[in-house]
């Protein structure tokens, strides 16, 4: 299984367009801080990529990848479709900037696809520009990434959806309660028998989630904030990160500790700019070193 980390920020970015805190300031002046918004492209069995989560990066992190350019016909793109772990905008604004597509397939919960059609109407919208296919995640048995029957070599990665929230975006928070609002991804390869698990915004940390973290070899989750106090501290929420439906990293329901306990490969994503670990020198870096657990960084490969 090859995953490409595409972006491991939070929504607004690092530097977020209009904030001038130290993880953003930090890395305007040094640009090797800076990180796209949290994404990943996966390799299915026949070579092409589905990207998680379309993000307002996804035309820059396309051509940073070269695997993900176009050819050798001239409108010839090796990227198949996008699964949405959720319908934040963060997640989900990219969809627009991939309307060029002769079309396009979407994995998306009932919800997520919901709130994107009725309140972002991007069906409507998206419609006279590229066919889109919806294909609904499959929360109880994991079906072929690619949507077609395994081929002879061992075939197509396996995808199904884990339930971790019923946290609505702000735009949809009237809409009917559902548990499959947020979900993380669980990819198995039964080619090596490994599987990974996605999770990049974590309100809750559900049973399902722990089911499939504790047998998954590789898992990548909601590092937005390092403690619960840091949004309120810097200014940016009068809501704690547990408010703000991200369980922060640091404390005593911070997932570091859940983590260290996982024989799993573990790795932080969607960090928002408040947290300190947006700077490489920050000590919290050793303390996740000391659990054995990794911060994720824009062009990583993960291989497993
Ligand atoms: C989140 O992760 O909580 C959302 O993406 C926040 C936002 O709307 O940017
Ligand atoms: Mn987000
Ligand atoms: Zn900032």
């Not at 695997?67 to 016909?73: R, S």
Request: glycine share 10%.
């Amino acid at each position: 299984m090859l995953l490409q980390v595409l972006g491991t920020a939070a929504g607004g970015g690092v530097p977020q367009w209009n904030c001038a805190c130290p993880g953003c300031s930090g890395a305007r002046a040094h640009p090797e801080r800076r990180r796209r918004h949290a994404s990943l492209a996966v390799r299915t069995g026949e070579g092409r990529w589905y990207i998680v989560n379309a993000t307002p990066d996804i035309g820059d992190q396309i051509e940073a990848h070269p695997a993900l350019h176009p050819g050798p016909g001239p409108r010839q793109t090796p990227i198949a479709g996008v699964v949405l772990t959720d319908a934040e905008l963060d997640h989900t604004l990219g969809l627009a900037r991939l309307r060029e597509a002769d079309g396009l397939d979407i994995l998306a919960t009932a919800p997520v696809r919901q709130a994107l059609d009725d309140r972002l109407r991007l069906g409507e919208v998206l419609g006279p520009y590229t066919a889109l296919t919806w294909r609904e995640l499959p929360s109880h048995s994991a079906r072929p990434l690619s949507g077609y029957s395994p081929g002879p070599d061992g075939g197509d990665l396996r995808i199904s959806a884990v339930p971790v929230s019923g946290k609505r975006p702000r735009y949809a928070a009237d809409s009917p309660e559902d548990d499959a609002w947020v979900v993380a991804l669980r990819l198995y390869d039964p080619a090596t028998g490994k599987s990974a698990v996605y999770a990049p915004a974590v309100a809750a940390w559900s049973d399902a989630l722990h089911g499939a973290a504790a047998e998954a070899d590789c898992v990548i989750v909601d590092g937005t904030f390092w403690d619960d106090e840091e949004p309120r501290r810097t200014g940016i929420s009068s809501r704690t990160a547990t408010g703000m439906g991200h369980l922060p990293i640091d404390g005593p329901d911070g997932t570091a500790g859940i983590l260290a306990t996982l024989s799993a490969r573990c790795l932080y994503t969607h960090l928002n700019n408040t947290n300190p670990l947006v700077d490489p020198a920050a000590a919290q870096h050793k303390r996740l070193a000391r659990l054995g657990i990794e911060v994720a960084e824009d062009e990583m490969v993960i291989e497993l």
